[in-house]
């Protein structure tokens, strides 16, 4: 079954830094992997994902990611981060896109300081 | 992507009692999926909701506790039974992209549960 790792369960940083949160996972034979942002009170939404193709891959509000097959991670980087960035990060990955259930790791508190 | 209607958005309920949380998609979906979310802690999945059959639970989740109801393509139920302090938690619906080649699960904004 697919684990997901998410290294540090709190990241500070400073206005306008740059900032990267770090995801492993198992090894898979296939393995579809996604990057969800928890504003707080409010609901899942989903800032990226890789299905195939290009391993880095870039989503909303200046975030990317890149897909290492080899070290088997998925950390989320963004070059300067915002206030508004403040939040609970989670990584999730599936077998397959879906009709497949999310793997979750267990989140990682972002927390932006001005 | 889907867009996810889920209601209520919080409420506080008594132990013993039961609550039906709803989850209402703009389209239609072949799988819907039941998580939860406990104070602090990450995802969980409940179950798995597919239209016109039993739901299919995850180890440690039981129908008697946690029945789900998937009347149509684009509704589903899910009832906390016999609530518990224990089960004060966020319970999310969750939906694959209905667009082919979209992939990517959209969420409802949660329910937020207190048991007192």
């Known amino acids: 079954a697919q684990s997901v790792t998410q290294l540090d369960s709190q990241v500070p940083v400073f206005e306008e830094a740059p900032v990267e949160l770090r995801c492993n996972y198992s090894?898979?034979?296939?393995?579809?992997l996604f990057w969800y942002v928890q504003y707080p009170n409010q609901g899942l939404q989903l800032l990226l994902k890789?299905?195939?193709?290009?391993?880095l891959v870039k989503g909303i509000n200046g975030f990317e990611a890149e897909f290492n097959k080899s070290q088997t991670s998925f950390h989320l980087r963004k070059p300067s981060v915002h206030i508004s960035d403040t939040a609970e990060y989670f990584c999730?990955?599936?077998?397959?896109?879906?009709?497949?259930?999310?793997?979750f790791g267990q989140g990682t508190r972002l927390t932006i300081n001005p | 992507s889907a867009v996810i209607s889920q209601k209520p958005s919080r409420d506080i309920c008594q132990r013993g009692t039961s609550l039906t949380i709803q989850c209402q998609v703009d389209?239609?979906?072949?799988?819907m999926f039941w998580y939860r979310q406990q104070p602090g802690q990450s995802l969980t999945l409940i179950a798995t909701?597919?239209?016109?059959?039993?739901?299919?639970?995850e180890s440690g989740f039981v129908i008697d506790k946690f029945p789900i109801s998937r009347p149509n393509l684009t509704f589903s139920t899910l009832t906390v039974s016999n609530m518990s302090p224990e089960d004060s938690s966020i319970y999310l619906c969750?939906?694959?992209?209905?667009?082919?080649?979209?992939?990517?699960?959209?969420f409802g904004s949660g329910t937020r549960l207190t048991v007192v």
């Open positions: 969750s939906v694959e992209g209905s667009i082919p080649r979209a992939y990517g699960y959209t």
């Open positions: 389209s239609q979906v072949t799988m």
């Open positions: 890789y299905l195939s193709g290009s391993t």
């Open positions: 999730a990955v599936s077998d397959r896109p879906g009709a497949q259930k999310l793997v």
């Open positions: 090894s898979s034979v296939s393995v579809y």
């Open positions: 909701a597919n239209q016109g059959s039993e739901a299919t639970y």
